[in-house]
């Protein structure tokens, strides 16, 4: 269980967004998530992001300003939100217009040891396809796991600055000691998918969507690299 250090996290200005995609990928490992529900914050930890850029054939922003994609183009800090596979998807944009980043999976943050309340509600949230409530460790293990898991709405959140009493992004001084870059997932080669712009809090590597580390014949240096923050 990840619980929060409890000496007055700090909430994360607009200014630390204004970075460009790749370091602000690696910057957002191991901030914490907040998503007030009544008296509770929802909280996970972000173990694994993509840096999407507006020349990047894989971003959104390659395809073009539209009306629903108006948010990757707007100030740093903005939220972007879309659906994907049925479910809402997080992204922050960031330096440069069109640029953004992917808040690929969390890992749930418990508010102190004797209080789970908001784990409790969490799991309520985003139970398994057959109603079953989700092993913990997977809860927020996915984009679309994350948001549902943290009750985050495309409806609700999408073209905003993130809110400092509802929805915020804070650092608890946590700070990965090993960071694994590879290749995103879900992107074909021709919309260059070869590009090592996704990247993982190494301690959480096996609660990821996709543990580079762990799949056969792959090898640090070639299809992936461990970096030291």
């Not at 890992?107 to 004797?114: L, R, S």
């Not at 079953?132 to 984009?143: F, K, N, T, V, W």
Request: hydrophobic share 40%.
């Amino acid at each position: 269980m990840e619980y929060l250090n409890p000496k007055n996290p700090r909430v994360m200005s607009v200014d630390f967004f204004n970075a460009d995609a790749q370091d602000l990928a690696q910057a957002l490992l191991g901030k914490i998530i907040q998503v007030r529900q009544n008296d509770l914050w929802l909280m996970a930890r972000i173990i694994e992001t993509e840096a999407y850029y507006l020349n990047d054939k894989g971003s959104h922003a390659w395809l073009g300003y539209t009306e629903k994609r108006k948010a990757l183009f707007m100030p740093p800090g903005t939220i972007y939100m879309y659906y994907a596979r049925g479910g809402d998807s997080l992204n922050f944009s960031c330096k440069g217009k069109g640029n953004a980043v992917l808040i690929k999976s969390g890992y749930p943050v418990a508010a102190e040891i004797n209080d789970l309340r908001n784990i409790k509600i969490m799991v309520k949230n985003n139970p398994t396809i057959q109603g079953l409530p989700r092993e913990l460790a997977r809860l927020c293990a996915g984009q679309t796991l994350l948001c549902k898991a943290l009750g985050l709405k495309v409806a609700v959140w999408d073209g905003r600055k993130p809110d400092p009493n509802l929805f915020r992004v804070v650092d608890d001084a946590y700070q990965p000691s090993q960071i694994i870059n590879t290749s995103r997932l879900g992107i074909k080669p021709e919309r260059d998918g070869h590009l090592h712009y996704r990247f993982i809090d190494g301690r959480f590597a096996k609660f990821c969507t996709k543990n580079p580390v762990s799949v056969r014949n792959w090898q640090n240096g070639r299809e992936y690299t461990i970096l030291q923050p």
